[in-house]
C-alpha cells in the first residue's frame, strides 16, 4: 500500500512498452507502478516514477523489488520459474505463478499440456535427434515444409523455421537448439482470444479478434474478427477461459489461434497484455492494461465489450533511417486524421522494432483498417 495515497503499489518486471502502457492504466486507478527495468531509457523506465535498476534472472533484485509490493507481475515471460516460486513461498503476491507461466516460457510443455487437456493443437513431436524431423514428416504423411520451433526464447518469428527438408532439418537440429517440430497448419487466417483470470476467479473474456501477420511478426489487429460465426466466437472464448481455469492463469492470457477449414487450433500462450490486445485501449470498455491491474490486484474485472463496431489497430515498426523527423510526421497524421488515436512507446528507432502502434474506431471495418494502416505506415516510413 502506499501510504500517500491509501492505494496498491503493483510492481512489473521488465521495462518495456507493455510496463509503459500498464503504467498509463496504473495512473488512472490511483496507482504509480514500480517498475524493474534493465535500463534507465527502457520504455516504461522514462515515464514511472518508481523504476528500479536490476536484471529479472537476479533473484536478490527480485526480492528488493517485490518489497512493499502489493502484487508483482511481468511485462515478458521470461523470470526464471524458480525465482518465482522463491517469492512466492515468501510471501509474495506475484502472478502469474510459476506453474501457471512455464507453459508461456516453453513451447513443449506448452504442447504437452495443451494436448493433456484435449485443447485442439497442431500435430507435433520433440525434437532430440537428427532424424526426428524427417521421422515426423514420414510418420504422418506430411508434404515439407514443417515448422520447427525453438523450445524457449522465441518470440516475433524468431525461434520459428519453415524447414524444406531432410538435410534443412539436419542442420538445424545440429545448431543444438532445443526444438518441436509441427505440421505446417494450412491456415485461413490467425485468431486471438484474450481473457483475465482473477485469483477469486472470476473470468473476463475480450471479443475474439484477427491477427495479421507479416514475416511472423503481428502487424495489425481486427477487432471484433470479421465475418468470425458467433459458434466459433464462442467456442475460441470459451476454449481460453479453459486455459486459464486449467493453468491457474493470474493476469491476461492471450490464446493465439490458428483458423483453418477443420476448425481453429491453439498457436502460442502469452500470460500478459499482448499486442493482440492493445486495440482494447480505445476500443474496448475496459483496457487490457486495466484488466491485468485489475486481475492481479483480485480486483473485480471490467466490461470487455466493443467500444465501436469496428477497431483496428496497426504496430508502428522502426522504419529505414533518413526521411522527415518522427515529430514532423506525426504533424502531417494529426493533421490528414484526427481520429487515429497514436501510441508511441519512446523507444530508439531499429528496423522492424515494434517503436508504436496506432488505434481507429469507427462503423465500418474496411475504412477503419485503411485508415489505421495508413497512419502506421505514414509514421513509419514518412512517405
Ligand atoms: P513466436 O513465439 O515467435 O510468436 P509463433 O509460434 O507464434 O512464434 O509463430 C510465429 C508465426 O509463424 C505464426 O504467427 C504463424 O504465422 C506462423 N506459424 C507458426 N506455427 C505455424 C504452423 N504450425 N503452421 C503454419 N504457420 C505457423
Redesign the pocket.
Known amino acids: 500500500m502506499d501510504n500517500r495515497t491509501g492505494l496498491p503499489v503493483v510492481g512489473m518486471v521488465g521495462g518495456g512498452q507493455l510496463a509503459r502502457m500498464t503504467h498509463q492504466a496504473a495512473i488512472a486507478l490511483g496507482q504509480s507502478l514500480r517498475v524493474l527495468s534493465e535500463k534507465a531509457d527502457d520504455s516504461a523506465a522514462l515515464v514511472a516514477a518508481d523504476v528500479r535498476i536490476g536484471t529479472h534472472t537476479d533473484l536478490a533484485a527480485l526480492r528488493e523489488f517485490a518489497k512493499g509490493c502489493d502484487a508483482v507481475t511481468f511485462d515478458h515471460e521470461h523470470v526464471p520459474t524458480a525465482h518465482i516460486a522463491a517469492l512466492a513461498a515468501e510471501g509474495v503476491k506475484i502472478y502469474p505463478g510459476a506453474e501457471a507461466i512455464v507453459f508461456a516460457q516453453d513451447k513443449q510443455r506448452m504442447r504437452e499440456r495443451l494436448a493433456e487437456l484435449g485443447a485442439p493443437i497442431?500435430r507435433w513431436r520433440p525434437v532430440t535427434d537428427t532424424s526426428d524431423i524427417s521421422d515426423f514428416v514420414a510418420e504422418h504423411g506430411l508434404s515439407w515444409p514443417v515448422?520447427a520451433?525453438a523450445v524457449r526464447g522465441?518470440?516475433?518469428?524468431?525461434?520459428?523455421w519453415m524447414v524444406g527438408g531432410a538435410e534443412a532439418a539436419a542442420d538445424l537440429v545440429g545448431t543444438g537448439t532445443p526444438l518441436i517440430v509441427?505440421?505446417?497448419?494450412p491456415?485461413r487466417r490467425?485468431l486471438a482470444a484474450l481473457v483475465a483470470r482473477s485469483p477469486f476467479g472470476q473470468v473476463a473474456a475480450y471479443p475474439v479478434v484477427e491477427t495479421v501477420?507479416q514475416d511472423?511478426i503481428c502487424v495489425e489487429v481486427l477487432a471484433p474478427a470479421p465475418g468470425l460465426s458467433e459458434a466459433l466466437a464462442v467456442q475460441a472464448q470459451q476454449l481460453a477461459i479453459d486455459l486459464a481455469n486449467a493453468l491457474g492463469v493470474v493476469g491476461l492470457l492471450a490464446v493465439?489461434l490458428?483458423e483453418t477449414e477443420a476448425g481453429i487450433f491453439v498457436?502460442?500462450l502469452a500470460m500478459r497484455p499482448h499486442n493482440s490486445g492493445h486495440w482494447t485501449i480505445e476500443g474496448a470498455r475496459t483496457s487490457q492494461f486495466e484488466q491485468h491491474l485489475r486481475a492481479v490486484l483480485d480486483y473485480p474485472m471490467g466490461e470487455t465489450s466493443l467500444a465501436a463496431p469496428a477497431v483496428v489497430m496497426a504496430n508502428v515498426l522502426g522504419g529505414q533511417p533518413g526521411g522527415i523527423s518522427i515529430d514532423e510526421r506525426l504533424h502531417h497524421l494529426f493533421a490528414e486524421d484526427p481520429g487515429a488515436r497514436v501510441h508511441l512507446y519512446g523507444k530508439q528507432v531499429r528496423p522492424g522494432r515494434k517503436i508504436g502502434h496506432v488505434t481507429v474506431c469507427g462503423d465500418d471495418m474496411t475504412t477503419v483498417r485503411a485508415r489505421a494502416v495508413r497512419a502506421a505506415r505514414w509514421l513509419q516510413e514518412g512517405s
Open positions: 497442431p515448422v520451433k522465441g518470440y516475433d518469428g524468431r525461434g520459428v509441427e505440421e505446417r497448419v491456415l490467425e501477420q511472423g493465439e490458428f498457436n502460442e
